[in-house]
């Protein structure tokens, strides 16, 4: 009975994995690329410099600052998707996907500013005052299309339930504790457990404090041990990037433990992961972009792309290049094991394996508590405020039994909701691009009013 449950999700999940949600995926970031000017490359400068200035007179208008909302947003993208989604990728399509990785998040960026600029144009308060926002309320408020709002809370529950928010996190925190430092599983759940329960209980103020500790400290010390292995070995940096590039055009043949990639293993292999790791176009984001004290949607579009170019184009970069220059790709071991390998070979032996540990426990830690608050929005949305007590105990419960719980059919389940995620959400962008077109060139013809009055005002005063 298992194996042919097992084999008709497998049927299910390539159906809805397969070319038509990767088109519809990539397509629509395609279309807001051109349609908006390549915003994520003509306004990535502007988009840096946001994230680290405040915004004047917004108090009362949003729950947490720009900057925590958008390490709450990182801290649900950026996760095991970093770590074993990259090595997974380069396992099924070779060195070529980590191209095809670059190609999703370039495109990406721009489906994560539309998406996120919609968030925050459409949101509400809730009844206790907090910010509610995200695909159920434009898809309800913009689009008029309420049956498809329903449809994606429904499966946001699910994801935060079942999927990316529990069950492979916790599988990932007690692996890499028992690995690293032999602590056994049942403790390492239990602690777990009592510390998400204690996060959650604050809300998206508590989450989004710890976040904007965690998720910059813990970046800068993975991408610092990347770069570790990267001047180790400088001299192959060349051939490594000629290797990425050729495969993605040619495929790769096989070598050592690897079997081998077609050019369209390589699209599919890295578009799918890169989309997993930076959720651009899977409407999570944008229920933490609706949090943020902000008077204009377009900034905090902005502020939001930056999440998809700091977790792809910096951080799987960095996983995928170490992957490479290592030679650990072409290896027959995969998952965790690989990236595990690739920092030993490229750090030190000691010291390379404790960093790729540390790094799974605490991005995995960040995405149950980023999962459990886009669940908690969508709850909310579905059942209003009575229910988000009954919610928070059902997902610490989860938490506590992810650890015993065979991921083979559960990583199935999440891709499955996962992808059925996505769909409403983009259906959502596309009947509402024009609302996105016209809200970017408003912004911008009164940005740049206020710099050709402030340079007249200047050249007055002199």
Not at 304 to 332: E, K, N, P, R, Y
Not at 368 to 376: F, R
Request: glycine share 12%.
């Amino acid at each position: 009975m298992n194996h042919s449950l097992y084999n008709f999700l497998q049927t299910i999940d390539n159906l809805i994995w397969g070319p038509p949600l990767l088109l519809l995926l990539v397509g629509t970031g395609v279309y807001f690329t051109f349609r908006l000017g390549a915003i994520q490359l003509s306004k990535l400068p502007l988009a840096l410099s946001y994230v680290f200035k405040k915004e004047e007179g917004v108090k009362g208008n949003g729950d947490v600052s720009s900057f925590a909302a958008l390490c709450t947003a990182l801290s649900a993208t950026i996760g095991t998707g970093n770590i074993v989604g990259v090595a997974t990728a380069l396992k099924l399509g070779g060195p070529g996907a980590l191209f095809w990785m670059w190609m999703a998040a370039l495109f990406g960026m721009a489906t994560k500013y539309a998406e996120c600029l919609l968030a925050v144009k459409y949101r509400e308060k809730d009844a206790k005052g907090n910010m509610l926002g995200g695909p159920m309320l434009y898809l309800e408020k913009g689009a008029g299309k309420k049956w498809l709002a329903r449809l994606f809370a429904f499966f946001t529950i699910g994801v935060a339930c079942f999927g990316i928010g529990t069950f492979p996190q916790v599988n990932a925190i007690v692996d890499a504790s028992y690995i690293a430092f032999h602590i056994p599983h049942e403790i390492t759940a239990i602690v777990l457990t009592i510390l998400v329960a204690a996060v959650t209980i604050g809300g998206i103020k508590s989450i989004a404090g710890l976040a904007s500790k965690v998720i910059p400290t813990m970046t800068v010390v993975y991408v610092t041990a990347c770069v570790g292995i990267l001047i180790n070995n400088a001299g192959a940096i060349p051939s490594a990037i000629s290797l990425i590039v050729e495969s993605a055009f040619t495929g790769q043949a096989a070598s050592g433990g690897f079997v081998g990639a077609t050019i369209m293993m390589a699209i599919q292999a890295g578009v799918a992961r890169g989309v997993f790791s930076n959720e651009s176009g899977l409407g999570s984001a944008p229920m933490a972009a609706a949090s943020a004290q902000t008077n204009s949607c377009v900034r905090q579009g902005l502020i939001s792309m930056v999440g998809t170019f700091l977790d792809t184009i910096v951080i799987c970069s960095m996983t995928g290049l170490a992957l490479v220059l290592t030679g650990v790709w072409s290896m027959d071991i995969e998952g965790a094991k690989m990236t595990t390998e690739a920092f030993s070979l490229g750090l030190n032996e000691g010291f390379g394996p404790i960093i790729v540990a540390i790094g799974l426990m605490f991005f995995a830690f960040t995405t149950i508590l980023g999962w459990n608050y886009y669940g908690e929005r969508c709850v909310v949305y579905l059942f209003g405020e009575r229910a988000v007590l009954v919610y928070k105990l059902v997902f610490v419960l989860l938490v506590l039994s992810g650890a015993f719980i065979k991921l083979d059919m559960i990583w199935l389940i999440a891709d499955i909701v996962n992808g059925l995620m996505a769909v409403p959400n983009l259906i959502g962008l596309i009947l509402l691009r024009h609302v996105v077109a016209e809200e970017t060139r408003l912004y911008f013809a009164a940005l740049k009013e206020r710099v050709t009055g402030s340079e007249e005002s200047t050249q007055v005063k002199a």
